[in-house]
Structures are given as C-alpha cells and as structure tokens.
C-alpha cells in the first residue's frame, strides 16, 4: 500500500503545474521531471510503479487543462 501511496504523489506535481499554469506544456514539462525524479529514487524496482503514477497524473491533468480526448 506504502508503494501505491507513493507513485501517486509523483502525480501531485503534475496536477499542481495543471492548476497554476492552466496549459498541456506545463503538464507535460512537469510530467517528465516526475518521471526522471521518479525512476531516479525508485531504481529499476519501482521505476515502472512510479511511472504510472505520473501517468495517472498526466491524464488527470489534461482533462483539467482541456487536452484529453473527449469520448464521442
């Protein structure tokens, strides 16, 4: 549970920079820094773990900023 906890706190950055700057780039620049810190402290263990949990973060935030598809 401590691991799922933790992957997705590397989505909070994410979804702040979705909140402050409003744009898909911030998302996407932020997103990526997540990923790096994320494999950076959770090595070749988690770094899959950590990944996803930027991923939930991504997505989160395009919906919020208007980048996600929209189902039809």
């Not at 989505?11 to 998302?27: D, G, H, Q, R, Y």
């Not at 996407?28 to 263990?45: E, N, S």
Request: overall charge positive.
């Amino acid at each position: 549970m401590t691991i799922i906890i933790i992957a997705l706190l590397h989505a909070v950055p994410v979804l702040i920079a979705a909140t402050w700057f409003k744009t898909k780039s911030a998302v996407f620049i932020t997103a990526a820094l997540m990923a790096v810190f994320g494999f950076a402290t959770g090595g070749p263990a988690y770094g899959f773990i950590d990944l996803l949990g930027t991923s939930v973060g991504v997505w989160l935030s395009l919906k919020m900023v208007g980048g996600g598809r929209e189902a039809s």
